[in-house]
């Protein structure tokens, strides 16, 4: 075991399944939106329902989010490599495309907003507004973390050898990534679907 790294009797390194299980709580989180989503999916108080919801735009941003986990995977091989501009680069990527998606998302509400579609309109609304805008506060604090990441590297306090800290902010990234395909499922494509059959 190398010098100041403290693994748990599973040989995982304490930090990174702090990480896992942090993850874990937050997949617990998630599940209890999506199932109350669910639950509410017809309770529109005669407001507006899933028609309202644009696919193709929100495909589009969606594809941008997946890409960004690509991104985040090779800044961390360019970081575990020890090439720091490279790493930096991809950072920027990441936090650029979560950005993009972020803007989307402000978009996607406004025009629901616009629509009649508001988070006191009923409980279908607030089960969908609560849901992705929990989402979107991840995304927004995964931005942070990947922005603190890259300054931290100009300035010299993440170096070269620790790659453990993008490893560890891949993994939230990754994560929230996973949940979102799990929202634009759930939420979009299947009542799309159900109402096209």
Do not use: C
């Amino acid at each position: 075991m190398a010098a100041g790294v403290h693994e748990t009797t599973l040989g995982l390194d304490h930090r990174k399944l702090a990480m896992w299980v942090f993850l874990g709580s937050e997949f617990l989180f998630f599940g209890a939106f999506v199932s109350a989503y669910i639950l509410y999916l017809d309770a529109t108080a005669g407001g507006p329902n899933v028609d309202i919801f644009d696919i193709p735009f929100t495909s589009i941003s969606s594809f941008v989010l997946l890409m960004s986990s690509l991104t985040m995977v090779l800044a961390h091989n360019a970081h575990v490599r020890r090439d720091m501009r490279r790493m930096r680069m991809w950072i920027l990527a990441t936090a650029g495309q979560g950005a993009v998606f972020l803007g989307g998302q402000v978009f996607e509400f406004t025009v629901f907003y616009r629509e009649g579609l508001n988070l006191t309109e009923s409980p279908f609304a607030s089960a969908f507004f609560v849901l992705t805008g929990f989402h979107g506060l991840h995304v927004f604090v995964g931005i942070l973390l990947l922005l603190s990441l890259y300054s931290l590297t100009l300035t010299g306090k993440v170096k070269p050898n620790q790659d453990l800290k993008t490893e560890m902010i891949g993994l939230y990234w990754h994560f929230v990534d996973i949940i979102w395909v799990i929202i634009f499922t759930v939420v979009y494509l299947i009542p799309e679907l159900a109402m096209g059959s």
